[in-house]
């Protein structure tokens, strides 16, 4: 039997004894098992239970009575399964009906009750057998998948999808009741928000404790979860359900300095960029203020691999620590032999890194030479060359540079050329083919190797462009600097404010737009229609966990494998998961 809340019935009739029979009251108490999640069981604070014996809805005389429960009281004994307790009752011929009430110890109140049909024949055995299970006082639920979770505000779940979640009744010592006769699961959603499809399915007979909570958006509802015993009044629990994305900071904590070390304990400097070798899910980062490159690992150890700290910035070719670079501000990764490119914006140069931590200058010169003139090698010029971006396929670089206003290529020779964007003097917003097209100090760009489009972070035209392979530039979201500000929508409805970078997701073809100023990530369709994903213009904070929040993201590199953003916030590496 599993109990809950009830009373026995006790008749104002009863029934006098007459010419009784010998009847045996068997009671089975299985042991909870070693896992605590063995067969049923009942609660160490449940130590005694009363009898009351009715025949025709009247009660019989001598009833109830109270008969103990632990392997020491009169009557029982103890195996290793089970405690087994006995007692006799002397009761006449007849239909009877046995109400079976348990008491807790803690409190001494009814904690069930279960009424037991038998009937007393004469000349035979007579036994009633009774077989307790755990009382149920509340109802557990664990997400039995990461990076869900229930906490103090209810149960958080990763939108978007569906996730198991574990739900078992529990005695008064918090042990969990399973088994046979357990109670019976069930749930039910309510009050859930506009747009976020979430839903949940009740536990099957084959999987009895196993719910399934399903969404197909981010928003809120209410969990309602009941256990059922197999007697008496159901016993349910209700939580708060957010669905939505998860983010997790991987290394730093926003507190903006400089120090290799694991997770939290290491430091960088206020805006970077990012990139991601899929090879090994390395994060590669260009430290830009501390004037270095750095390695986070997937279990989050930074190290330093070139440059060393900002009080070494400046302009050397060399290994490790004897290199110097001057704010870097954009990061590219070479999967084929996994070396990085580095627009080196402080220098005006287009750097290499091997895995080695070898820096050599392949473009632009140093910071005397910052200007605007197409060449090869060190007779190449550019003005603070910002995002950077590599073509795998052909070996080619796109550079977006932020006071030239344009939209450079750097070939594996070090050619360079200017597909888009004329010179600084000419900063606009115009959409239009290689030197017609304008735009106002591009911080971000982003390849897609499908058809080798460039798109474009137009950071103070509040704008998202893409620039074809033959130069052609049109805006595909945003509308100008004019309409620089926070809102959702389709093409030039959607307004931006200051986005600082871009990256592609080569499985469906969106883009991830880190959203400086509105301290937020926007996704970007092929049809142009723009969402918010992540982070929040009223709170520009850094918080983790479920629609965690953003701070003054600069920079994001996107990992198909596991559809995760890699951010870089401001003083921490960070990922979302959507």
Do not use: W
Not at 119 to 132: D, E, F, K, S
Not at 419 to 434: E, R, S, Y
Not at 443 to 449: K, T
Request: with cysteine; net charge negative; proline share 5%.
């Amino acid at each position: 039997m599993v109990g809950c809340s009830g009373t026995a019935h006790l008749a104002s009739h009863v029934v006098p004894q007459r010419a009784p029979s010998g009847v045996m009251v068997r009671i089975t108490i299985p042991k909870k098992s070693a896992s605590g999640r063995g067969a049923q069981y009942v609660s160490p604070a449940t130590t005694q239970m009363t009898i009351d014996i009715e025949q025709g809805g009247v009660a019989v005389s001598g009833y109830p009575q109270t008969i103990g429960l632990t392997p020491t009281s009169t009557g029982c004994t103890s195996t290793l399964a089970n405690t087994l307790c006995q007692l006799s009752l002397a009761l006449a011929p007849g239909a009877y009906t046995a109400t079976i009430s348990l008491l807790d110890a803690s409190n001494n109140a009814l904690s069930s009750a279960q009424s037991v049909p038998f009937t007393v024949v004469a000349g035979t055995n007579n036994t009633i057998p009774i077989v307790l299970g755990g009382i149920p006082h509340a109802i557990d639920l664990t997400p039995m998948s990461a990076p869900n979770s229930i906490g103090p505000s209810g149960l958080e779940v990763l939108g978007m999808q569906s996730i198991a979640v574990a739900a078992y009744a529990t005695d008064a010592d918090d042990n969990i009741i399973v088994g046979p006769g357990a109670p019976t699961i069930s749930a039910s959603v309510s009050s859930v928000s506009s747009g976020s499809g979430i839903s949940v399915s009740s536990p099957s007979s084959t999987a009895p404790n196993t719910l399934a909570i399903s969404s197909s958006g981010y928003g809120t509802a209410t969990l309602t979860v009941v256990a059922t015993p197999s007697n008496g009044s159901a016993i349910q629990t209700q939580v708060p359900v957010t669905t939505g994305y998860y983010v997790t900071t991987i290394a730093g904590s926003g507190t903006t300095g400089f120090a290799d070390g694991t997770g939290s304990a290491a430091m960088f400097r206020t805006y970077d960029a990012i990139a991601y070798d899929s090879a090994n899910g390395d994060l590669y980062v260009a430290d830009t203020y501390n004037c270095s490159i750095r390695q986070v690992t997937t279990a989050g150890v930074v190290t330093t691999i070139a440059g060393a700290n900002p009080a070494s910035c400046g302009f050397v070719d060399g290994t490790g620590s004897a290199a110097k670079f001057n704010g870097p501000e954009g990061i590219a990764y070479d999967s084929a032999n996994g070396d990085l490119y580095i627009a080196d914006s402080g220098n005006c140069a287009i750097r290499q890194v091997t895995t080695a931590g070898v820096v050599t200058t392949i473009a632009g010169a140093h910071p005397a030479s910052c200007g605007f003139v197409d060449g090869t090698g060190s007779a190449a010029k550019f003005g603070y060359p910002y995002g950077i971006a590599y073509d795998s396929a052909n070996g080619n670089l796109y550079v977006a540079e932020l006071t030239n206003s344009a939209i450079r290529q750097v070939t594996t020779g070090g050619v360079v050329t200017t597909i888009a964007g004329a010179n600084p003097a000419t900063p606009g917003f115009a959409d239009g083919t290689g030197s017609a097209a304008k735009f106002y100090e591009p911080r971000g760009i982003a390849y897609d190797s499908t058809d080798g489009d460039l798109y474009v972070a137009d950071t103070y035209n509040c704008s998202i462009r893409q620039v074809t392979t033959a130069g052609v530039v049109t805006t595909i979201a945003g509308a100008g600097p004019t309409k620089c500000g926070f809102a959702n929508g389709t093409g030039s409805a959607a307004e931006f404010h200051t986005p600082y970078d871009v990256t592609y997701d080569p499985n469906d073809g969106d883009l991830y737009v880190a959203d400086s100023l509105n301290c937020a990530f926007r996704q970007v369709t092929t049809a142009g229609i723009v969402t918010t994903i992540a982070g929040d213009l009223g709170s520009c904070a850094m918080t983790n966990g479920v629609n965690g929040l953003m701070s003054y993201v600069s920079s994001a590199t996107f990992d198909q494998g596991d559809g995760l953003l890699y951010v870089a916030d401001y003083g921490a590496i960070r990922s979302i998961q959507f």
